[in-house]
């Protein structure tokens, strides 16, 4: 039996306010432990944003609702000759609906360096290798829980979204390849690294001060 996108964003987000509201039937006031908090850094540990990145967090807490939030990652992938490196930069505003369970949104910039190989020509079988830019620049939203302590605290976007309303690309060249067969690999690259994306179980952990 299939589940529509609705009820799984449904049972998704009810269930953070029932793992958040465990927390405080089991005698953790995370809300009250971020009363006088004014900041907090954390080290991402990993998570997806179309592959897997990992760095680090920094808030700022307005009020124990209401956090600003920058955050940094990279990642580095390799299938078969293609190499990606990406890095992610965001500033997000996070507001949180009673004890643990938070929505943010804000703005993301991403950039792939990609490394990949081309035939030389259709009657060959020697390869190139090319290198290629690809940026974005886009919205971004998650929903998620963070747990305080009065110092340690840990947390995770379960599930976001980044919109991409911009994309730029520049593609290395060089003579005597088979022009096809560059332009395919370069569309396809774009297409993959050139649009939204789906972020999930994105795990941070770090210090409230």
Excluded at 140 to 160: E, K, R, S, V, Y
Excluded at 189 to 198: E, P, Q, V, Y
Aim: hydrophobic share 40%; charged share 15%; aromatic share 14%.
């Amino acid at each position: 039996m299939g589940i529509s996108i609705q009820k799984f964003f449904a049972v998704l987000f009810f269930g953070s306010l029932v793992l958040g509201d465990a927390t405080v039937a089991l005698g953790a006031d995370n809300r009250g432990n971020r009363q006088g908090k004014r900041a907090y850094a954390a080290w991402e540990a990993i998570g997806m944003t179309m592959t897997p990145v990992s760095g680090v967090r920094a808030g700022y807490f307005f009020n124990p609702d209401i956090a600003g939030e920058v955050s940094y990652g990279s990642s580095t992938a390799t299938i078969g000759s293609f190499e990606s490196k990406k890095s992610i930069i965001e500033g997000k505003a996070k507001y949180f609906f009673g004890d643990t369970f938070y929505t943010d949104g804000g703005i993301t910039y991403e950039n792939f360096d990609v490394k990949y190989s081309v035939l030389k020509s259709g009657q060959s079988i020697d390869r190139e290798n090319l290198s290629g830019n690809i940026s974005n620049l886009g919205l971004n939203a998650h929903i998620g829980n963070q747990w305080q302590w009065p110092g340690f605290t840990i947390g995770c976007d379960w599930i976001g979204y980044f919109l991409s309303v911009s994309s730029s690309s520049k593609f290395s060249s060089a003579e005597n390849l088979d022009a096809s067969h560059q332009v395919n690999q370069e569309n396809s690259i774009k297409t993959a690294m050139g649009g939204s994306s789906l972020h999930l179980a994105r795990l941070y952990m770090g210090w409230a001060f």
